[in-house]
């Protein structure tokens, strides 16, 4: 559940790839009978409301990141995603933002609010538009014909045709699935419909034609925000950005696990699963020995997790949050042997992204705990964010003891996550194993 | 002053191999058979030089006419030198030394008692030091076998216990050779028994060293118990072999463990200094799971756990004010 990095200029971000699973898209799907208006009429028409957006580099004077940005208002208010301009919040003091003229002329903005949860950004392009977007809802039904606009990888405007297709089930916040090829360099152009209407902003791509859109809808909060605002920057974007972040993290965690929570039994115990209705839950076995009739060991995973994850920067992400079951049964090992093989499996259990820019170094507390229905080896390991004050990654591993041929591997990941919910969530994860 | 003359025959490492006090009637030198002084020595001539005793009762070598001469120093040819304790002459490649027979010595040194701790290691028996030998390896390989979790592991085992004792045997080697060459003492199997009883006895404190890790995972300086298990071993082992090579006391031999142990100290302090700290994404933490009896494992209470993960939180944010200076 990572996005690949670090993103090449212009990159436009790939989703997770639990969704690789899913049947390719059927591009027959979208009706051609139905009268629609001629592609390059709907190019003609909105192509000049769509502008290329790029971050300098103030060092090389070059290109860093390419994007694309359109048009929503007559004083001249651009959307595009945060991720085209994350250098420039991150480390303002070693980039700049352009807009690209039609005439090719390169004009600085400046970054008016950003929406770092749905990847959102409004730029000020200081001139007025003579033809902008008008954010509104619109109806769209699944098959319907969109267009999406962008710069392809810095090779020219272009216009991409698609179908809609309702939004992601396994988000805690509404995603657009857009059958068409969004690729590198678009993120941050619209997907609008054949009168010229924004359904969605592009942001993200898993390839093969699945695409994904940020709705109108969180467009629309954000500008009603900046109006709000005055159309005043804000002192210190990542400031806000950290607040953003800690409000997420508090509506997606604040009452996870809260209730009686959900269980599935994999072999001799009772783990949690599927916490909220967003997580999707995959499973596996593995023997030691294939070949064997009886193997000397056997190993079954159940993994629980989102569609989920707040791109900050090229190499930090938040708001992930995973679940791993991990357990190992024997038959053939003797008490030590089966000791030494969960020791090596426990030892293995961590690893979460990140940067020495981004975040501080792990310090981790292992401890034998009287869990409520089983002792436990506990560890919880845990580091700071350094910009996004009081946000915490923490990884929590439990392993249950009292067995000689069993053991039960649990690990707990969320990134991005303030200290009363990880505190919360360790009590309550304890209260979620046991031997069956 | 009684003189004495040394006779050092040609060699490195000659021993002295015969003595002549120096009298009244003059000595006479050389290869051939009528010599008071007969040298095997195919660089002395037959006669090759004469003492002679002086008036003042003094001794002078006068050489007869030699093809080599007399030699003084490091390549100087004399054909007269007068002999005072401490001078050395060559005559061939036979070195004569001149001692004072009255010149103060050192008292004896003590042997060491039969039936107490000071008897030497080298002069165990062999079957105890044979059976060393056999223990050592059966230690490492069941320590093998106790942490085989996949099939084939013999293999594997045999493979360590053969590393083990390869190393062993190196060791040793170099131990016993060092000795013999300083010393002319060999006992290549006492030194290789310490070094295989060395190897079992960490083998069973690192197992040891597991439990504890597991049943007391709180335990502070549990990080630093294996630096200072290797530099008690260090500070153990040196001694041993050194009874076993060299007649130093009691005090003297640990008192160079414990400056062998210093000097390996010192290296690890000095390879932390340098050592830059590289950030890891991966959060290590002590993973050992030991197959206990819960009712043998000391646990800790929820309300417990919660204050060490407030403790935790506390350490994090020291770690993240410092990265902020």
Redesign the interface.
């Given at each position: 559940m990572r996005r690949a990095r670090p993103c090449p200029p212009g990159l436009v971000l790939p989703l997770a790839a639990l969704l690789a699973l899913l049947p390719a898209s059927p591009r027959a799907a979208a009706a051609q009978d139905e009268p629609r208006e001629a592609t390059s009429t709907v190019f003609a028409r909105y192509s000049e409301r769509i502008l290329k957006v790029q971050v300098i580099e103030t060092s090389s004077d070059a290109k860093g990141t390419i994007g694309t940005g359109f048009l929503v208002s007559a004083d001249g208010l651009m959307m595009t995603n945060y991720h085209v301009i994350s250098d420039r919040v991150q480390e303002p003091a070693k980039h700049r933002v352009e807009v690209v003229e039609a005439d090719g002329r390169a004009r600085p903005v400046e970054v008016l609010a950003v929406d770092v949860v749905h990847d959102l950004a409004v730029l000020r392009i200081g001139r007025p538009a003579t033809s902008w977007f008008t954010l509104a809802p619109v109806p769209v039904r699944q098959g319907d014909r969109l267009y999406s606009l962008g710069h392809p990888n810095d090779l020219g405007l272009s216009i991409v045709e698609g179908t809609y297709n309702g939004n992601l089930k396994h988000t805690l916040y509404p995603k657009i699935h857009f059958t068409g090829s969004i690729n590198p360099g678009m993120s941050g152009g619209p997907t609008i419909t054949g009168d010229g209407r924004v359904v969605g902003v592009n942001v993200s791509t898993m390839g093969e034609q699945r695409s994904f859109l940020v709705p109108e809808t969180q467009a629309t909060a954000l500008l009603a925000r900046v109006q709000a605002a005055g159309f005043r920057p804000a002192a210190d974007l990542t400031v806000e950005i950290a607040q953003q972040l800690t409000a997420y993290q508090e509506a997606y965690l604040g009452t996870l696990l809260e209730g009686a929570p959900r269980l599935a039994e994999v072999g001799p115990f009772r783990v949690l699963t599927e916490p909220a209705p967003v997580f999707r839950c995959w499973g596996g076995s593995e023997r030691s020995d294939e070949a064997e009739a009886e193997p000397t060991y056997t190993e079954i995973w159940h993994r629980c997790g989102t569609d989920d994850e707040v791109f900050i920067a090229d190499d930090q992400s938040s708001g992930t949050i995973e679940i791993v079951h991990r357990v190992l049964t024997t038959q053939k090992l003797n008490a030590a042997q089966f000791g030494a093989l969960y020791s090596q499996r426990f030892r293995f259990a961590g690893f979460v992204d990140g940067s020495e820019k981004h975040v501080t170094e792990w310090r981790c507390a292992v401890r034998n705990v009287r869990a409520p229905h089983t002792p436990v080896r506990a560890v919880l390991c845990l580091r700071a964010l350094k910009r996004m004050p009081g946000l915490y990654d923490a990884q929590f591993h439990v392993a249950l003891l009292g067995r000689r041929n069993a053991g039960l591997i649990s690990t707990l990941t969320l990134t991005g996550a303030s200290w009363a919910n990880i505190d919360r969530l360790a009590d309550r994860y304890l209260e979620g194993l046991a031997w069956r | 002053m009684a003189l004495i003359l040394e006779v050092l025959p040609p060699g490195r490492h000659a021993e002295v191999r015969e003595r002549h006090r120096l009298g009244d009637a003059p000595l006479t030198i050389g290869r051939a058979l009528d010599n008071v002084l007969v040298l095997d020595d195919l660089h002395a001539d037959a006669h090759h030089a004469r003492v002679e005793p002086q008036p003042d009762g003094t001794w002078v070598l006068v050489d007869l006419g030699s093809v080599n001469g007399l030699g003084v120093g490091r390549d100087e040819r004399v054909t007269r030198v007068v002999l005072r304790p401490g001078a050395a002459v060559t005559v061939g490649r036979t070195t004569l030394r001149v001692q004072d027979a009255g010149a103060p010595l050192p008292p004896a040194l003590r042997l060491p008692r039969a039936g107490t701790a000071g008897r030497s290691l080298a002069h165990a028996s062999l079957p105890v030091l044979l059976g060393v030998l056999v223990v050592a390896p059966l230690v490492v390989a069941s320590d093998g076998?106790?942490?085989?979790?996949?099939?084939g592991a013999g293999t594997e085992i045999f493979g360590t216990v053969l590393a083990f004792g390869v190393l062993v045997l190196l060791w040793a080697g170099v131990w016993a050779l060092a000795a013999r060459v300083v010393l002319g003492r060999f006992h290549f199997v006492a030194h290789a028994a310490i070094g295989a009883a060395a190897v079992a006895v960490l083998t069973v404190l690192g197992e040891l060293h597991g439990l504890l890790a597991?049943?007391a995972?709180?335990m502070p300086g549990a990080s630093q118990l294996t630096t200072a298990t290797a530099l008690a071993a260090v500070a153990v082992v040196v001694p041993l072999h050194l009874q076993v090579a060299t007649h130093l006391g009691t005090a003297a031999r640990w008192r160079v463990g414990a400056i062998a142990a210093g000097i390996v100290l010192a290296l690890l302090l000095v390879s932390h200094a340098v050592a830059t700290?590289e950030?890891?994404?991966?959060?290590?933490?002590?993973?050992?799971?030991?197959?206990v009896?819960?009712a043998l494992?000391?646990?800790?209470?929820?309300d417990?756990?919660?204050a060490?993960?407030?403790?935790?939180?506390a350490?994090?944010?020291r770690?993240?004010e410092s990265?902020?200076r």
């Open positions: - | 076998w106790l942490e085989a979790t996949a099939r597991f049943l995972p709180a700290d950030f890891s994404p991966m959060a290590e933490f002590d993973a050992t799971i030991r197959t009896s819960p494992v000391p646990q800790e209470g929820l417990g756990f919660r060490t993960r407030a403790d935790l939180k350490d994090v944010d770690l993240l990265a902020a």
